[in-house]
């Protein structure tokens, strides 16, 4: 990779599993299956090039209206990713934090959950957040509730540490696979400034070339926070 400004902080939004599947005549489930092989193969991809953190939506809180059969094939991925990867996690050297509301899952993932982000609390080679039954307009009413009940006004940085992802930095790229061009219910607030790229690839294709180009876009870019170029 030619030399370049890496990101902080990237963040994807995995979609395309299910087209991805359908167009090998393949059910939804075997899309979502690759869609988690992906995940790890592009995570420690951006961890490998010096990425700090990466936080990948992994279900949304109106995903769980999906019919139930495939909801219970996303449980089973994260039955077994929380359940048989640790060693792997291990390996790839990052702490795992969980955003969002796993109140929902089965109670033995909820466990798993646990159990995963306690073994890996100690790794310091980067984070990985995964975010699972995670909204944003809900995760930002859940804090201004917050406010409300202790009964004080916020500011930028006072609100930000009321989120689900109080004390991590915002996302300086978000990555969306699968063609759609919009954000979804994810980051909102923490995006503001984020820089956005948009791949036409489906997730279970989207590849570590694909991560260094998007990254490359990313540092030609020019971020000015709302300010003026300096000269
Ligand atoms: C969007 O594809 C993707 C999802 C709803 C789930 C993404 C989840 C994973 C990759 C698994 C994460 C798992 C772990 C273990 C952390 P889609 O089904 O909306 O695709 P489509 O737009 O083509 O229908």
Redesign the pocket.
Known sequence: MKRIKLPVHIAF??????????RRFRP?GY??KM??Q??FKICSHAFDLGVRIVT?????TE?LS?PKE?VDE?FD??R???GK?KDKMQEMGVKINVVGDITVLPPDIQESILEMMDETSHLVRGLLN?C?NYGSRQEIIRAVNAAVSYGRFVDEQSFSSLLETGGIPDPDLIIRT?G?LRLSNFLLYQAAYSELYFSGK???EFSKRDLEKAIENYSARDRRFGNVQEE
């Open positions: 939004i995995m979609d395309g599993n299910g087209r991805w599947a359908k939804r899309g979502h869609g988690v992906n995940m990948v939506y992994a279900l949304s995903n999906r495939e996303l991925l994260f077994t990713f929380f990867k995964i699972i699968g759609e489906m997730w279970p």
